[in-house]
């Protein structure tokens, strides 16, 4: 499954594409230089090698810096080119390779993915505010305009929804699959790189983290004061999580992500 020949990027961290690449090639450029032959009488530059005698010529070079969908292009391909020895798959059926994808390997996956909506609101803490301010705006409107306040949020309510905004900030978490009951991947990203809006039918990129077991579960929001937790803890946590919309339920493997593209 060869990643499309002109790549659209939705995300691409760029940081962690120049750590690859510097590692696969043995160092890290980012330009090249090219040197452009024209003549005086306008022939180009293919044909300037059957020129004779007094035709003259004019030089130019031009620094051409790489971009970084270039650069992630060649990743790609040297990943290819030697895929045991970079421990990368290209997985076209991430159900029936799942027992053969080990922690550490770089992995390629083509699925359908989405950012979850609680993730979603509590990673935009900005419209998660527009959105109590036009509850309390519309309760104060409400009886102007004939509403039923019946059913709507209070004060007290709309002053417990943002405080709990203020403490669950979370990354934002992509989560997707390929067929329904199948495995899952997940994985954080880093908000400078997002490009575009994430969702649909994509390829993701990345290094696998986390390959959670049949049955085993993930929280895929921040918990406040998780990072202070020891390690037995967090464990006894996972095993007390009940599966929700916010908890990712194996067989699923948590990733590294360095792009997502279509």
Same mark, same amino acid.
Request: proline share 4%.
């Given at each position: 499954?060869?990643?499309?020949?002109?790549?659209?990027?939705?995300?691409?961290?760029?940081?962690?594409?120049?750590?690859?690449?510097?590692?696969?090639?043995?160092?890290?450029?980012?330009?090249?230089?090219?040197?452009?032959?024209?003549?005086?009488?306008?022939?180009?530059?293919?044909?300037?090698?059957?020129?004779?005698?007094?035709?003259?010529?004019?030089?130019?070079?031009?620094?051409?810096?790489?971009?970084?969908?270039?650069?992630?292009?060649?990743?790609?391909?040297?990943?290819?080119?030697?895929?045991?020895?970079?421990? %990368?798959?290209?997985?076209?059926?991430? !159900? &029936?390779? #799942?027992?053969?994808? =080990? $922690? @550490?390997?770089?992995?390629?996956?083509?699925?359908?993915?989405?950012?979850?909506?609680?993730?979603?609101?509590?990673?935009?803490?900005?419209?998660?505010?527009?959105?109590?301010?036009?509850?309390?705006?519309?309760?104060?409107?409400?009886?102007?305009?004939?509403?039923?306040?019946?059913?709507?949020?209070?004060?007290?309510?709309?002053?417990?929804?943002?405080?709990?905004?203020?403490?669950?900030?979370?990354?934002?978490?992509?989560?997707?699959?390929?067929?329904?009951?199948?495995?899952?991947?997940?994985?954080?990203?880093?908000?400078? %790189?997002?490009?575009?809006?994430?969702? !649909? &039918?994509? #390829?993701?990129?990345? =290094? $696998? @983290?986390?390959?959670?077991?049949?049955?085993?579960?993930?929280?895929?929001?921040?918990?406040?004061?998780?990072?202070?937790?020891?390690?037995?803890?967090?464990?006894?946590?996972?095993?007390?999580?009940?599966?929700?919309?916010?908890?990712?339920?194996?067989?699923?493997?948590?990733?590294?992500?360095?792009?997502?593209?279509?």
């Amino acid at each position: 499954m060869p990643i499309p020949s002109l790549p659209r990027f939705l995300y691409l961290d760029d940081k962690g594409l120049g750590e690859y690449l510097s590692v696969v090639e043995g160092g890290l450029s980012d330009e090249s230089k090219r040197r452009l032959l024209s003549s005086a009488t306008g022939v180009d530059s293919a044909t300037l090698g059957e020129l004779r005698g007094g035709d003259s010529t004019s030089e130019e070079e031009r620094v051409v810096r790489e971009t970084a969908s270039q650069r992630f292009i060649r990743l790609v391909a040297a990943l290819d080119a030697a895929s045991a020895r970079w421990s %990368y798959r290209d997985v076209t059926d991430l !159900g &029936e390779e #799942f027992g053969e994808i =080990k $922690v @550490a390997d770089l992995v390629q996956v083509q699925c359908e993915v989405e950012i979850p909506p609680f993730v979603r609101m509590f990673s935009q803490p900005d419209q998660l505010e527009d959105m109590v301010n036009m509850l309390d705006a519309f309760r104060e409107m409400a009886p102007m305009m004939g509403g039923n306040l019946e059913g709507m949020p209070g004060k007290k309510e709309t002053k417990a929804i943002r405080d709990f905004g203020k403490a669950m900030k979370s990354d934002v978490v992509v989560v997707g699959d390929q067929e329904d009951g199948e495995p899952q991947v997940t994985g954080k990203l880093n908000k400078d %790189y997002i490009r575009d809006v994430i969702e !649909g &039918e994509v #390829f993701i990129l990345g =290094k $696998v @983290a986390k390959k959670l077991k049949d049955g085993e579960t993930h929280s895929l929001l921040a918990i406040p004061g998780a990072s202070l937790m020891s390690r037995q803890q967090r464990r006894q946590a996972a095993r007390q999580e009940q599966a929700d919309e916010n908890t990712l339920v194996g067989p699923a493997l948590t990733l590294d992500i360095l792009a997502i593209y279509r």
